[in-house]
Every structure is written in C-alpha cells, then in structure tokens.
C-alpha cells in the first residue's frame, strides 16, 4: 500500500503554544487528506478534510481557527493547534485519500499518527 | 448525518474460536472500508467493498456487503493471536470520498 509519512510522532508541549503536524504522501499525490482525532480506546472522529489549493472543510464542533490546516501541496498537509490546551490533547491522524479512479473508489492511507500531550 | 453502527464494541474469543463484527450504516453507502488498528498503532486498510451482496475472502478473513448497501461484516475464522486489534468498519456516500467511521470491535484472543 501507500506511504503516508506523519511528524512529529509525538510531541509534549506547555499550555498556550502552537504545534504543528505535518502529513505526506510519500508515494502519490494527494489531493485530498483528512485530519482525524481519536481518544483513547474511541474511534476516529474526523475534524477536517484537507484539499490542496483550497480552504479545508471542518467537520461541525471543530474550530477552525483553533485547528489551522493548510494543504500546500499534493504531497503535504499540515494541522497546526493553535493556543493549545490540555483538553486538545489526543493522537491525531491524517490520511491520504487516493482516486482508483473506478466509481467512488476513494482509499485512504493513513498516517502513524502524532500523540499531542499538553501539560 | 451519516451514521455508522458497530458491534460488539468488545470480544474476547479462545484462541481457535471464530469471530464476526457486524456494522450498519444510517444511509445507503457507496462503499465501506474496513480498517485494522493494532494496540499503539495506526489505522491499516484492509478491504474495500462496492458491490450490493460483494463477499470477498482474505486467508481467514470474510467480508460482506448487505444487497441494501446498509450493512457490512468482518469475519474471521479460527482466530490466532496475530488478529489481535480494533477492526473498524468506514462507510462513505456517493461521491464523497469521506468516510465515516464506527466505533470499532476491539477484538481479544486468549492463547
């Protein structure tokens, strides 16, 4: 399958900065990538689909100027919490959705994952 | 908005036991992914099913699509320890590439 490559793997950081994850596509070109949080022991809860040259669409409850997502390239996007806070920490992952170009055929590879830890 | 059951939440099997995870979605779906997490890791795709009725076979692992496009299943024959994981079954409508996940079936195996 494809490589979706995700950094920082894990990051500690204190309350109030900005953390910037970064997710590439390593062997194809994306298009679109999606951003999704999951608590412990829950599933994935998406919070943003990422389209390259676009602003990305946030999912309902998810704040947009909290969660910065800038999609720059086809082979990069990156979410950036801003002002962070101990609540915002989780693991977050991206994904990388590939066009088979057959129906809606619409894989998605998914990143390792970054665990955010605000203190 | 789109809504996707999955149960179990929880299964513990004897090592050898079979295993089945049951997901339904709140709409008709173009296609459902099924995706395998192990403790610690990331989401690993699995299968993608399109097709109304589509069975498909991995080794010990058989996948379903309801005729209605509402309802999938995950089941594994003969569980080794190496099934250990949350399976999650993603459901996304026509044309959408998003997908919806479920809760996910955490799956144990007791040697």
């Known amino acids: 399958g494809a490589v979706v490559s995700q950094h920082p793997s894990r990051v500690i950081c204190k309350s109030g900065t900005s953390v910037k994850i970064e997710c590439r596509s390593l062997?194809?070109?994306?298009?679109?990538m999606f951003w999704y949080r999951q608590f412990p022991k829950q599933s994935l809860m998406l919070m943003a689909t990422s389209n390259e040259g676009s602003k990305a669409t946030y999912e309902q409850g998810v704040e947009k100027d909290k969660f910065l997502i800038n999609h720059a390239s086809l082979t990069l996007s990156t979410l950036t919490v801003t002002s962070a806070h101990p609540e915002d920490s989780s693991f977050y992952i991206c994904?990388?959705?590939?066009?088979?170009?057959?129906?809606?055929?619409?894989?998605?590879?998914f990143g390792p994952g970054t665990r955010l830890t605000v203190l | 908005g789109q809504q996707v059951m999955q149960i179990p939440q929880y299964q513990h099997v004897q090592e050898g036991e079979d295993f089945t995870t049951y997901c339904n979605s709140s709409?008709?779906?173009?296609?459902i992914q099924w995706y395998k997490q192990r403790p610690g890791g990331h989401p690993v795709f699995l299968i993608q099913?399109?097709?109304?009725?589509e069975v498909k076979k991995q080794k010990r692992l058989t996948f379903q699509f309801g005729e209605a496009k509402k309802n999938s299943s995950l089941h594994i024959t003969a569980t080794q320890t190496t099934d250990v994981g949350t399976y999650f079954c993603?459901?996304?409508?026509?044309?959408?590439?998003?997908?919806?996940f479920g809760k996910g079936t955490k799956l144990s195996v007791i040697p």
């Open positions: 993603a459901g996304s409508g026509a044309g959408s590439y998003q997908l919806t």
């Open positions: 062997d194809f070109q994306a298009t679109t």
């Open positions: 099913l399109v097709k109304s009725g």
């Open positions: 994904s990388a959705a590939r066009n088979l170009g057959t129906g809606n055929y619409n894989e998605q590879f």
């Open positions: 709409t008709t779906l173009s296609n």
